[in-house]
């Protein structure tokens, strides 16, 4: 029972992740992330820590306005969660 309820914990804080990036709140983003993080877009960059993760939430100057973000589908394992994006 112990493993569904961490996956539904992950998949809550997924969601609210997903919505800071919606509403561009810094702090909830980050809120919703450890220490430790580390963040791979696989040919595309590697951030490790919330400082680095903090500096490109904004993105390039064009990414200004918040995204449209769907949450279509969220793998967990563990303390790790991943999804496409």
């Not at 919505?19 to 909830?28: C, S, V």
């Not at 791979?40 to 100057?61: E, M, N, R, Y």
Request: include cysteine; glycine fraction near 10%.
């Amino acid at each position: 029972m112990q493993q569904h309820a961490d996956a539904s914990r992950n998949i809550e804080t997924a969601n609210a992740y997903l919505d800071g990036f919606r509403k561009n709140d810094h702090e909830q983003i980050l809120s919703c992330l450890t220490d430790d993080i580390e963040w791979t877009v696989f040919g595309g960059f590697h951030l490790t820590g919330k400082d680095a993760h903090d500096k490109a939430i904004d993105g390039a100057p064009e990414f200004i306005d918040p995204p449209e973000l769907e949450g279509s589908s969220c793998a967990t394992a563990g303390s790790l969660s991943a999804g496409p994006g």
